[in-house]
């Protein structure tokens, strides 16, 4: 449950969401031969963050981790809440930080929230037993964070497509829940804990299986995942709620949209089991092409930077501009 975190950091430090990274295991020298692998024992072919994050594939994690810098994903981790400790190591991409439920949630609340800080709020007010109104706790205001919203909503996006393609699919096949709904399963290496964290625009619900000793656990990964341990208790809770007709509207909103522009670039292949080779002449064709993904991914990010180019082309345009 993690890995989000990671792929949110790399969009802050600049790492392209519309690139393929290669789920080949390596190993890291640098870190002491470190060498994760896919638990599901396949190693091959390319993934976008998309399709990493929809099938949890730890190899692409640790390679963005490394390459996006580990204290960098501390450092996001922070903005978007996380008062765990979090070790400086690459691992940390695959969970080895021990993390409270409420932390997570935290965290979670911050990234749908397009990185705006929402704080628990326990107690409204305490009353006598006769009903007289003893003192009244202020709602902590919203804080906004550092982040890029857009960032945020990208992420949010990837973990809808977990929950639609992915290790998530169980809470719409088996539980049958309908309208925008992000999730991200969770498992450590030797199966002895489960996470899942499922997301609405209203609504930031989470669930953690296991036992105060680690060498309590499964076998195998058939019933130790994240996916069979935790998602049914989340998928139960929704579909108790949803099918209240309080809280039924609830089905009914939607998360925040992304520019079109942006959603056409995302719309790649998920994976590929192997990437064209680079011609000579597509240089010819980036020059003479249009705007690259990246280059409207960053003007979408930052359009007060976009702005301030525009001030300047017209500045320019305008010294080279007939006098009446």
């Known amino acids: 449950t993690f890995k989000p975190f990671v792929y949110l950091s790399a969009l802050e430090n600049g790492l392209s969401p519309f690139e393929y990274y290669p789920a080949a295991q390596q190993v890291y020298t640098k870190y002491q031969n470190w060498s994760p692998g896919n638990s599901d024992g396949k190693h091959e072919g390319y993934y976008t963050m998309e399709g990493a994050v929809s ?30 400790d979090l070790p400086k190591v690459p691992s940390l991409a695959l969970g080895v930080a021990s993390v409270s439920l409420q932390d997570m949630l935290f965290a979670y609340a911050t990234l749908v929230n397009g990185g705006v800080r929402s704080y628990p709020f326990y107690l409204k007010s305490i009353s006598d037993s006769e009903g007289n109104l003893l003192v009244e706790f202020d709602r902590p205001e919203p804080q906004k964070t550092g982040l890029n919203e857009v960032n945020c909503r990208i992420i949010t996006r990837m973990m809808e497509t977990a ?29 002895s804990d489960g996470w899942f964290v499922g997301l609405t625009p209203h609504l930031v619900t989470g669930c953690w299986v296991g036992a105060e000793d680690p060498g309590i656990h499964f076998r195998t990964l058939t019933y ?25 509207r609830l089905q009914q909103v939607h998360f925040p949209g992304l520019n079109q522009e942006l959603l056409a670039g995302l719309e790649l292949p998920q994976y590929k089991e192997m990437l064209e080779i680079e011609r000579p002449d597509n240089l010819i064709e980036r020059l003479f092409a249009g705007k690259s993904n990246e280059e409207k991914l960053h003007e979408i990010q930052h359009p ?21």
């Open 224 to 248: 130790g995942q994240g996916g069979y341990m935790a998602l049914p208790v989340v998928g139960r809770f929704f579909s108790k709620l949803y099918s209240d007709p309080k809280y039924q």
């Open 55 to 84: 099938k949890s594939v730890n190899t692409v994690a640790a390679e963005v981790i490394i390459r996006t810098g580990v204290e960098n994903v501390i450092n996001t981790a922070r903005e978007l809440g996380m008062k765990a």
């Open 163 to 191: 929950v639609n393609e992915g290790t998530g699919t169980r809470i719409r096949s088996t539980h049958r829940i309908r309208g925008d709904f992000a999730g991200k399963t969770g498992t450590t290496q030797n199966h």
């Open 304 to 324: 007060e930077k976009t702005e301030e180019k525009k001030g300047l082309w017209q500045s320019i345009k305008g010294i080279f501009k007939k006098g009446k």
